[in-house]
């Protein structure tokens, strides 16, 4: 019996390609401790102080724990994803990376892959914090399905604008603006229910994605199912990935 040691220069499939991105990916991201810091401290600091002090606020555990959710997503999908991916292109990472039997798509597709992730292990986490603090969430099948999709759909959202921002800016000012923007969009529906809001200013919010999941989750929570925020997160997700194809540029 002969055994061939002829090498097999094949690349591997691509959903192993991807995966392997994707899993590095997630892993370099988690090392860095700003981005730990977003991803779980504090979102949990928030959670206790709901628990705690809410009621005083008028924000308490039971509105604020969806709100945290949202917030998660947004700050993972937009901040996370903007800032690593500017300072790739700063130091044409991924200009070698897309030589690569992976791909520009294989790229793409793993750092999207990635990013859910995290977003999925952040949440798991803070569920798992919220549930330990009291929070008694009632959702329904149908209400947990339309969250589920607007949540999909607005993770999408934020990983358009976070691309298009770092694919089109240098990576000084992608750090300044996707944390602006995190700070910014925070209140907007994240955090601060549309009912917080002036009268008048109240569709502004409720058009934006950042208050399309925010609602969606914490009607969830309370068993019920909304339907406009599928259209909002819908056209919010097109109009962002359509920009960021637009305008991302492999290199600065």
């Not at 892993?27 to 009621?55: S, Y």
């Not at 791909?103 to 990635?114: M, V, Y």
């Not at 008048?200 to 925020?229: D, I, K, M, S």
């Amino acid at each position: 019996m002969s055994i061939d040691f002829t090498p097999d220069a094949r690349p591997a499939p691509l959903g192993q390609r991807v995966w392997a991105h994707a899993t590095t990916e997630a892993a370099l991201i988690l090392r860095n401790g700003e981005q730990a810091l977003l991803a779980v401290v504090i979102p949990v600091a928030i959670l206790v102080g709901a628990r705690f002090f809410g009621d005083r606020l008028g924000l308490g555990l039971d509105e604020s724990a969806p709100s945290v959710l949202a917030l998660a997503m947004w700050s993972s999908c937009l901040t996370t994803l903007a800032i690593a991916t500017g300072f790739e292109r700063r130091y044409n990472v991924l200009e070698r990376m897309a030589a690569t039997p992976l791909g520009r798509p294989g790229i793409l597709l793993g750092k999207g892959l990635g990013i859910a992730l995290i977003t999925v292990g952040q949440v798991v986490v803070l569920t798992a914090v919220a549930l330990a603090l009291g929070w008694r969430p009632t959702p329904t099948f149908g209400s947990l399905s339309v969250a589920l999709i607007v949540s999909l759909l607005a993770m999408g959202a934020f990983a358009g604008l976070g691309l298009a921002v770092a694919g089109s800016l240098r990576p000084e000012a992608t750090l300044a603006v996707a944390n602006l923007l995190y700070l910014v969009g925070m209140p907007l529906g994240v955090l601060l229910p549309v009912s917080r809001f002036p009268e008048w200013a109240q569709p502004v919010v409720a058009a934006l994605p950042t208050g399309a999941l925010g609602e969606a989750l914490r009607a969830a929570a309370l068993g019920e199912a909304l339907g406009w925020p599928l259209a909002v997160a819908a056209l919010w997700c097109a109009a962002t990935l359509a920009l960021a194809w637009k305008v991302f540029t492999w290199t600065s």
